[in-house]
Structure formats: C-alpha cells, structure tokens
C-alpha cells in the first residue's frame, strides 16, 4: 500500500512555473514507477509526464520541452517543474505510484492538486 500527496498547485500567470511534489509514504518507494497525470472539466484523464524506477522518463507531447519530471528517492518524493505555463494546463494534476507485483498491476493515486494558468 502507498500514500500520496500532492502538494504545490495554485495560481499562475501564463508563461509562468510551478513545480509539483508528490510525497510517499507505505512502501519501498523506489520500485514504483511514478506518473503524472491531469484532467481539466469535462476531459478525461490524461498522462503528463512518467518516471520508471530506473528512471527513464517520457512525457505528453503537449509539455515537451516545458515540463521536467524527477524522483528523489531518499525523500520519497517525485516531482514536476512545470514551466511556460499555457492556459490549457489548467487542470487537476494527480500523482500516481504504480508496479506489477505478481502479475498484478498496482495503482495508487493522491488526491489531486489545482493547477490554474490564468491572467
């Protein structure tokens, strides 16, 4: 079992930065690969950016460019610098754990933080 928390949303101006923590807690947090994902009203959810354990990362092609995932795993922590911020990143950024453990997928997700891109 993992807990996540998400922390760092708000309010920014267009072109602006943000950066996203997602604190864990449960497990042995290096063997899960972490995601970011988001979703704005009446959207579905959608990836933004995801870090294996080995830490290979990708991203949505959308952030490409502006977005930067990393993991500290001495801190349990993975977190997203968001920069050139647009107003369509506006949306519910959510923080993902998961892993494959006896064929299982494993998901775990946090609560979600606000993320408004606005003048």
């Known amino acids: 079992q993992v807990q996540l928390a998400e922390s760092g949303g708000g309010l920014v101006q267009p072109g602006g930065s943000l950066r996203l923590s997602c604190a864990a807690s449960?497990?042995?947090?290096?063997?899960?690969?972490m995601g970011w994902y988001r979703q704005a009203p009446g959207k579905q959810r959608e990836l933004v950016a995801a870090?294996?354990?080995?830490?290979?990362?990708n991203y949505a092609d959308s952030v490409k460019g502006r977005f930067t995932i990393s993991r500290d795993n001495a801190k349990n922590t993975v977190y997203l610098q968001m920069n050139s911020l647009k107003p369509e990143d506006t949306a519910v950024y959510y923080c993902?754990?998961?892993?494959?453990?006896?064929?299982?997928?494993?998901?775990?997700w946090g609560q979600g933080t606000q993320v408004t891109v606005s003048s």
């Open positions: 993902n754990a998961a892993r494959v453990r006896l064929g299982v997928q494993l998901d775990y």
């Open positions: 449960g497990s042995i947090f290096s063997i899960y690969n």
């Open positions: 870090i294996t354990s080995s830490r290979s990362t």
